[in-house]
Structures are given as C-alpha cells and as structure tokens.
C-alpha cells in the first residue's frame, strides 16, 4: 500500500482480503495520508461517529415505523387466485415464497417493510404486481418507485399488459410527459382515480398528494 511521500506497507498475502479498491464520491485522486501521521486515524475517527449516527438513525427510524399503525388487508379473493391463475409462465420457488411473506406482511396491521433481492429475469416484477393488484382490490393506492426513466415506461407498459383484464388503472409519471400531462395524471391520483403510480424520484415531489 502506497502512502504519502512514497512510504510502501506491504501486506502478506494471508491478510490480502482486507484490501479493497477505494471507491470515493468525488472525481480526482484521494489524498494520500502520511505514514504514521494523525491524519489517517482522525479520518477513520470521524467515519466511526458518523456510522454510529447512521445506525442511531436507522434504530430510531425503525422504532418508529413499529409503533405507527398499517393498513390490514383481507385474505385473497377469487378475482386474486384468479389473477395469479392467470400468469403466463411457471413460477420459480421463490416467487412463490415472497408473494406468501408479502401476503402475511400485508394481513398484518402494522406498516410493512420487506426487501426482495433477485437478478435480472428472476420475476420480481410480477411479485410487485400481485402486491399491488392485492392493494388495489382492497382500494388502496400504490406508488412504484423506479430508477430510470426508460424503467418507469417499461414498467408501465408491463403492469397495463398484466392487469389490463380488471378494474385496476396504471398511470407512468415522467419527463416523457408534459407538464400539462403530468398535472393531470396528479389530479387524478388525489382524486382516487389512479390504483398504481409508477415513476422515478419525481414521485417524492412535494405535489404528488395520493388520496
């Protein structure tokens, strides 16, 4: 490991793990410290506090949500089996096994809070639709979150595709339409007339009012 002023640490090979490429949140170089300098060990003081702040956050985020009340949905109708009944391809084991975990979140009445992690092509979009179509069913309005606008089109076009057959309206907000556009579809979202938004960050906009 190269420091300031050309000052070489070298590692043995049995410790090699402990090594990893840096990966900074700016552009240029990082600034090398001195070897056997106060710098280094300030800097990593300051990470620890700081990671210390995070985790009291997250801790107290999590209280929070465990004490504010969720909405508890009914078991699974026939329009539900129907609908599952209705998807094209066979399902893997483990899109099984989250729409049940989903399932006993959603029965529950407490906020729910579940991460699904899968690849690409592993169907965790049809689990989203079958949460959301189950929120539906029961009048409650989802909002899907995605990274990229060309992901919010897709997606929409994916969840109007699945859902087509029912009373469920899918609605895509994105630069790809005007601001006329995107008024409207807004003033129908607080009016309860949307079932499932769809949209990147412009969902968090302080004028996105679900009903």
């Known amino acids: 490991l190269e420091f300031r002023e050309g000052a070489k640490l070298y590692v043995p090979a049995s410790h090699v793990h402990l090594v990893q490429k840096y990966v900074g949140g700016f552009k ?8 056997g300098g106060k710098v280094w060990a300030q800097k990593k003081q300051r990470v620890k506090e700081a990671v210390r702040d995070l985790a009291q956050e997250l801790l107290e985020t999590g209280a929070a949500r465990a004490t504010r009340p969720g909405h508890a949905f009914p078991s699974d109708t026939l329009w539900m089996r129907e609908f599952e ?27 729910m809070e579940r991460l699904i992690c899968g690849d690409v092509g592993y169907g965790k979009t049809e689990v989203a639709i079958r949460a959301a179509f189950k929120a539906a069913e029961a009048g409650k309005q989802s909002a899907v979150l995605v990274p990229t606008t060309v992901l919010a089109d897709q997606h929409g076009r994916t969840f109007r595709e699945r859902l087509a057959d029912y009373p469920v309206t899918v609605e895509v907000i994105s630069r790809f339409l005007s601001r006329g556009e995107q008024r409207e579809v807004l003033d129908r979202l607080r009016k309860g007339a949307v079932d499932v938004l769809i949209g990147t960050h412009r969902l968090l906009s302080g004028d996105v009012d679900f009903a």
Not at 28 to 35: E, F, Q
Not at 90 to 103: G, H, N, R, V
């Open 28 to 35: 240029g170089k990082a600034r090398l410290s001195k070897l």
């Open 85 to 111: 009944a209705s998807f094209p391809y066979s399902e893997t084991d483990d899109q099984l096994a989250a729409m049940e975990e989903i399932k006993r979140d959603m029965a529950t009445p407490r906020a």
